[in-house]
């Protein structure tokens, strides 16, 4: 079975950090991009960052750059987001997918962790 | 900055017929943009409905089907059933920096 599960959400301080794991089974990881979306309480859906294949390409959304950096472990099958200077409106659930990028479309979807930024 | 837009709401009555629209707040939508339209319930992650403007994917039954229609992309639900009732989202490719973007959603109610 496809299968994308996240880990590594909770509570944190503005200012803190935190590191999301999103760990990939059924298919052959090493193949394919994958994305961060997120999705804040009562809002809507917005892309956070994508890696290529290899990790030689990383895209990032403009509020994330500087702050955020997506990883990825082939050979551990998981995909990473190491979250710096965590503001109050990063607040959300985040979501693992894959991207397939010659369709630029998620066709992959993880359940997704929360991240609250709260004093 | 471009935004991508959507109807906030729309309703159906069970058995009917809705399309649900993506544009561009400057521009048009065409194939280019390799639309993709996404089914959300509350407290679930989201479901791949579309991908490339109008292709299913996988498991996706053909009651849903994507177009351009105009100068946006559209999302048509024929004989829409009561497990329809969710939040959809479309994805537009703005180019290699930017990637993706999400519309903002449209919530639909069956009733």
């Known amino acids: 079975e496809v299968q994308l599960v996240e880990s590594g959400g909770g509570l944190v301080q503005p200012g803190g950090s935190l590191r999301l794991s999103c760990a990939a089974s059924?298919?052959?990881?090493?193949?394919?991009?994958m994305s961060w979306v997120r999705q804040a309480p009562g809002k809507g859906l917005e892309w956070v960052a994508n890696?290529?294949?290899?990790?030689?390409?990383?895209y990032y959304v403009d509020s994330v750059k500087g702050r955020f950096t997506i990883s990825r472990d082939n050979a551990k099958n998981s995909l990473y987001l190491q979250m710096n200077s965590l503001r109050a409106e990063d607040t959300a659930v985040y979501y693992c997918?894959?991207?397939?990028?010659?369709?630029?479309?998620?066709?992959?979807w993880g359940q997704g962790t929360m991240v609250t930024v709260s004093s | 900055q471009t935004v991508v837009t959507q109807e906030p709401s729309f309703s159906v009555s069970p058995g009917g017929t809705v399309t649900l629209t993506c544009g561009l707040s400057?521009?048009?939508?065409?194939?280019?943009?390799?639309p993709s339209w996404y089914q959300q319930t509350p407290g679930q992650a989201p479901r791949t409905l579309i991908y490339?403007?109008?292709t299913r994917s996988s498991g996706v039954p053909d009651r849903f089907s994507g177009s351009i229609l105009g100068n946006k992309a559209a999302l048509t639900i024929t004989g829409a059933q009561a497990d329809d009732e969710s939040d959809y989202y479309c994805?537009?490719?703005?180019?290699?920096?930017?990637?993706?973007?999400f519309g903002g959603g449209t919530k639909l109610t069956v009733l």
């Open positions: 994805v537009l490719y703005m180019g290699s920096g930017i990637h993706v973007v």
């Open positions: 890696i290529k294949q290899d990790g030689s390409e990383k």
């Open positions: 400057s521009g048009s939508v065409s194939t280019s943009y390799y």
């Open positions: 490339s403007t109008n």
């Open positions: 059924g298919f052959t990881f090493s193949s394919y991009w």
């Open positions: 997918a894959r991207y397939r990028r010659p369709l630029r479309a998620f066709d992959i």
